[in-house]
Nanobody, 118 residues
Framework: QVQLVESGGGLVQPGGSLRLSCAASGSIFSLNIMGWFRQAPGKERELVARIFSDDSTKYADSVKGRFTISRDKSRDNAKRTVYLQMNSLKPEDTAVYYC????????WGKGTLVTVSS
């Protein structure tokens, strides 16, 4: 089993920045993909960014050039953290952001709310 806990959401003005963190614990050795999805009110959950075990990354077109996904380089075998640096935020980035991990099965965090508003 893997547990995912997100942090870092909040209210930010358009053009501002936020950094989300996702702490994974448990059977993290099984994970080969980690990433972020988001779900805005009335919309379906969508992929934002993901990072693979070889450190390659993939982004949604809507966030390319503004968001950066990364992970810590700790050799702690009990914990792994993935970050989402979000710059030049827009009102349409407002959503609940969910951490996701895949290691044979899908794991989800409970989500953290990001609100972009003046």
């Amino acid at each position: 089993q893997v547990q995912l806990v997100e942090s870092g959401g909040g209210l930010v003005q358009p053009g501002g920045s936020l950094r989300l963190s996702c702490a994974a614990s448990g059977s993290i050795f099984s994970l080969n993909i980690m990433g972020w999805f988001r779900q805005a009110p009335g919309k379906e959950r969508e992929l934002v960014a993901r990072i693979f075990s070889d450190d390659s990354t993939k982004y949604a077109d809507s966030v390319k050039g503004r968001f950066t996904i990364s992970r810590d380089k700790s050799r702690d075998n009990a914990k792994r953290t993935v970050y989402l640096q979000m710059n030049s935020l827009k009102p349409e980035d407002t959503a609940v952001y969910y951490c996701h991990a895949f290691g044979g099965i899908n794991y989800w965090g409970k989500g953290t709310l990001v609100t972009v508003s003046s």
